[in-house]
């Protein structure tokens, strides 16, 4: 769908960037951020720069920009923008030669809006103030850029302010302002890194319209090696502030050259990889700080190929066909497919669930209400009829001993808000909740010690499970003196007992939570809500803030304690494609309730809820080749102050048309569970032979 | 780094890696350093254990103090000489040995109210911000009244009601402290509380108490040290506004504002020593104890 050929080179490039180096000068002295990276991008061309953090993917994109801080500064390079250096002139003169001829879009639309002004106000300002347009001819066409950007109802828009908007509406009223100059170059810096999947694809489509429409030059960067591959002809990918290989992105995903992009793409859990049937391969060792970098090749300490000429030298960017280059010395003989995992990452197949115990968990009809805002004119006296936010709705499931659950949908499905009713942080409205046997509706603080230590919880952000007052030890040390884990002279062995179970040495034991990276934080934490060997552990999006190694290495680690200890685990994720690798049985959630419910196999296979459907279509897959159907989620989630009667999902439902009177059904009776067989079940007016059909239909 | 030094030491070193950073910091630090050993060596007590037990009566320093604070050692309202440094009072003692002693007395009361309303203004915001709900309704509520007077008032309410002594001033020091102490704490109370690793301890059903004194209060301590600062300067104000309106210790006690509040007779007279040195010694005190605070909190916000 985007893989138009680039433009023939007749026409100079718009940006060429040569042998770029910028550092930063810190409290440690000089830090080279980014070293000899050499691009260029010619009209109408999308480039993707992809790595992790930490490697010099914005770094590249400020210095475009000359946005690099007082501490920063170009070292040595060049860049040349529609065929004029960027280099040596003053400010002012760069102003004048770069005019509003490129445009940046940042990852938080909320920090490019400002709050106090009407999008209305904010685009116009662009023009009436840069190109001495009139109010109403500057209105004229910002209302016609918000049109071009699929911006409904643009009028409305203009009136309100941003935090009005939806987070998707934010980012394309950005790019719209943003091509409003109608720029040579524009730089997307992790534009989708913040919105839900259905939004991401959404915004994606434009991205690549737009391309095509205004024939302009972009810079995409992005962690997300799905999101490049379906918006970029050419990738590059960085590591640790060099550019290790750049090709034409079918041959990225194909052909990596490169065995860092080979370890990216091994390590990413891809839509149709279960952990039965395949490992997550995660590269060992983390990414160097830019202070110290290994004497020969920076990726030599990572590598699996790394023999002694790598230590020696540091390999330089080498074209190996015309459009792909490799900065490995071995580059000719690395083959993807020939990789044999090293032996000690070989991964055991799972235990199968012991199902003969009964379910460990059995949930009936859980409510979980907040209160809501009153909108009555007594509301400041506290009066007037109280409103709800209905997080979770009417979810009724059974967990068998041993196995996983995966639950997905998108921000505000009340996923987070199950998981933390079953815990005991929130309340339950109503419903019934059994564990082991045992009722849990009374909140934490009035269970049972014996009950709190069977079920446990690992925490979404690294940054904030850890106490920063404390050592790993004390901090790790803590359940195993609550719950009488071990004898009092034992508890230290048994902490570093969990610290190996989760691959870390034993001197972790005295450091703080400030000198832990990411993965290790999330690895602590694992530690920690496995430590009084729980029979079920609750995961929230526990990989989500993680680089992709990380990720993989993290998830690798949760399989294993996993079988090691027999625990049920419940996993919360916004990515579809985890879920499938590491459940059992899935769950997608919309709106408070479960929508569809089965093993695995069965909900990412055909016949699909409409909303697993538009999921599915909607998740960037990491292979240009696979095609997906086009299916795009219209409008903003409801609020689940007020959700659609009957089906929760008709006002966005790209299939009830299928049913007769376009699903008038579907806004007056609430929908039945219709059994797809071997406990698949699906919540939808549409006959299960339709969805099949529909499913399986040619993309 | 695999072995980290305990918690203590690391904590004075990098104290003193503040001090060394921020020449703010290091400025109020050797102000404050100045009244801290002047009150501490005005005499031999200190270093006498006799001393402390009563078995034997203080003696002035000779290289500090030189004089007893409470006798007429010199002919009155004198200037600055060699033989006193800074001159004489009406009474003819010597000043600088009223000052000496003066320090002790506010270097005791301001530390002890301000430690007092600590302890009373982080267990209510601790309590506030943590269970939220009608717990936190009707303690903001009365944080905010009594907030809502000035401070002065309260102090002025407190003593003329209970009298002065060195006790209802510490009294007064604490209740009007207290309540902005709690609003801080339970600011950063209700941030702190949304971690995750209080929903780690909540999880763990870990008993309140244990989650805001051990899960939650390490980490707002930087702030409340911060605070605690310049709640010392302002009760260094206090207690000399109060001895400047006769409210303070009763005499001779060489209260600094009961010194001020004694010399301002005689300024118009040509004497305005009594005055100058006492609002001197109040002004360095709490300039220094400013400084402190101000290069304390840059220093530490700058490696967040």
């Known amino acids: 769908m985007n893989q138009t050929p680039p433009p023939a080179d007749i026409e100079p490039p718009v940006v060429e960037v040569e042998h770029l180096s910028l550092s930063y000068a810190t409290r440690q002295g000089i830090v080279p951020a980014v070293r000899d990276v050499s691009f260029a991008i010619a009209r109408g061309e999308t480039l993707g720069l992809v790595g992790e953090s930490g490697c010099g993917k914005s770094t590249v994109a400020f210095g475009l920009v000359n946005y690099l801080g007082r501490n920063g500064q170009i070292t040595g390079g060049d860049i040349r923008f529609q065929g004029q250096s960027l280099l040596g002139r003053t400010p002012e003169a760069l102003r004048r030669l770069r005019g509003d001829q490129i445009a940046m879009v940042y990852q938080d639309p909320l920090t490019s809006l400002n709050p106090v002004l009407r999008i209305g106000d904010q685009l116009t300002e662009v023009l009436t103030v840069h190109r001495g347009l009139t109010p109403a001819a500057a209105r004229a066409r910002c209302l016609d850029m918000l049109a071009r950007v699929y911006m409904p109802d643009p009028e409305q828009v203009l009136r309100r302010y941003p935090h009005q908007l939806s987070g998707g509406q934010q980012q394309r009223v950005v790019i719209a302002m943003a091509l409003l100059n109608n720029p040579a170059l524009l730089i997307l810096d992790e534009p989708t890194t913040a919105l839900d999947v259905t939004v991401e694809a959404a915004v994606l489509d434009l991205i690549a319209d737009l391309r095509r429409d205004f024939d302009t030059a972009i810079l995409f960067i992005s962690h997300n090696l799905g999101v490049v591959a379906r918006v970029c002809q050419r990738v590059g990918v960085m590591y640790a502030g060099e550019l290790v290989e750049l090709a034409p992105c079918a041959q990225i995903f194909a052909d990596p050259r490169h065995p860092y992009t080979q370890g990216l793409l091994r390590c990413l859990p891809k839509l149709g990889r279960r952990k039965a049937n395949s490992g997550l391969y995660p590269i060992r060792g983390r990414v160097p700080a830019p202070g110290q970098l290994p004497p020969g090749c920076v990726f030599e300490p990572r590598c699996d190929y790394a023999r002694d000429a790598c230590r020696q030298q540091r390999p330089d960017l080498r074209a190996l066909t015309a459009e792909h280059a490799s900065r490995c010395l071995f580059a000719e003989e690395i083959d993807a497919g020939a990789w044999v995992p090293a032996g000690d990452l070989e991964l055991p197949p799972p235990a199968a669930p012991v199902l003969a115990a009964g379910p460990i968990l059995r949930v009936n009809d859980l409510k979980a209400y907040y209160p809501g805002p009153r909108n009555s004119p007594l509301a400041f006296l506290g009066l007037g009829p109280q409103q709800f936010v209905r997080a979770v709705d009417g979810v009724s499931f059974d967990l068998a001993r041993g196995g996983t659950l995966g639950i997905v949908g998108e921000t505000g499905s009340g996923k987070s808000t199950l998981v933390k009713a079953l815990i005991g942080l929130e309340p339950l409205t109503g419903g019934t909740v059994e564990f082991l046997g045992v009722d849990l509706h009374a909140p934490v603080a009035q269970r049972d010690a014996a009950l709190i230590r069977e079920l446990q919880m690992v925490f979404q952000n690294p940054e904030a499970t850890m106490n920063p007052a404390y050592t790993v030890g004390q901090q790790l040390e803590r359940p195993l003196r609550r719950f009488h884990i071990v004898p009092r002279s034992q508890v230290r062995a048994e902490v570093i007992r969990l610290l190996r179970a989760v691959k870390l040495d034993e001197y972790y034991y005295d450091r703080l939570p400030r000198q832990l990276s990411g993965g290790e934080k999330q690895r602590v934490g694992i530690a920690r809500a496995f430590a009084g060997r729980p029979q079920l552990v609750l995961c929230d999006e526990p990989v989500s803030a993680l680089d992709v190694s990380v990720q993989a290495a993290v998830l690798n680690l949760l399989l294993e304690i996993q079988r090691e200890q027999a625990t049920t685990l419940i996993l919360i994720s916004h990515d579809l494609s985890v879920v499938y690798y590491f459940s059992d049985q899935v769950a997608v959630m919309y709106l408070g309730q479960f929508v569809e419910y089965g093993p695995a196999e069965a909900v990412y296979a055909p016949p699909y809820h409409p909303y697993t459907e538009s999921l599915l279509a909607a998740v960037p897959i990491p292979d240009p080749a696979v095609a997906q159907a086009h299916l795009r989620l219209e409008g903003p989630v409801p609020s689940p102050l007020h959700p659609p009667s009957a089906c929760r999902f008709h006002t966005r439902c790209p299939r009830r048309a299928l049913l007769p009177e376009g699903g008038r059904i579907c806004e007056e009776v609430a929908p039945p569970w219709q059994a797809a067989g071997d406990e698949h079940h699906i919540l939808c007016h549409i006959p299960l032979a339709q969805l099949r059909e529909v499913g399986t239909s040619p993309k | ?304």
């Open chain 2, 1 to 304: 780094m695999a072995d980290a030094p305990p918690v203590g030491p690391r904590r004075l070193g990098r104290a003193l890696g503040v001090l060394r950073q921020s020449r703010l910091a290091l400025v109020g630090a050797l102000l404050v350093g100045f009244w801290v050993i002047v009150a501490v060596f005005a005499d031999d007590c200190v270093i006498s254990p006799a001393c402390w037990t009563g078995a034997r009566s203080y003696t002035p320093t000779p290289w500090l103090a030189v004089y007893s604070f409470s006798e007429s050692v010199g002919p009155p309202l004198t200037g600055p000489a060699p033989a006193h440094w800074l001159g004489t009072d009406r009474n003819g003692r010597d000043l600088w040995a009223r000052l000496a002693y003066g320090a002790r007395i506010i270097l005791t009361l301001a530390p002890l109210g301000v430690g007092l309303a600590l302890l009373v203004g982080i267990a209510l915001g601790l309590v506030a911000g943590y269970f939220g709900g009608l717990v936190d309704e009707v303690l903001s509520r009365l944080i905010d009244a009594l907030i809502a007077f000035p401070q002065i008032i309260l102090y002025l309410v407190i003593i003329a009601a209970l009298g002065p002594s060195a006790a209802n001033v510490v009294l007064a020091i604490t209740l009007a402290g207290a309540p902005g102490i709690a609003r801080l704490v339970r600011g950063l109370t209700l941030d702190l509380k949304t971690r995750d690793f209080v929903a780690a301890a909540q999880t763990r059903g870990e008993h309140a108490l244990y989650i805001m004194v051990v899960e939650i209060l390490p980490n707002a301590s930087g702030p409340i040290l911060i605070d605690a600062m310049l709640r010392v300067g302002y009760a260094v104000f206090a207690i000399g506004t109060l001895g400047f309106l006769g409210l303070g210790l009763p005499p001779p006690s060489p209260d600094w504002g009961s010194i001020v509040n004694a010399g301002r007779k005689f300024i118009q007279a040509g004497h305005p020593w009594d005055a100058l040195w006492a609002s001197l010694a109040t002004a360095t005190l709490v300039v220094g104890l400013n400084l402190l605070a101000d290069g304390w909190s840059e220093e530490t916000s700058r490696y967040r």
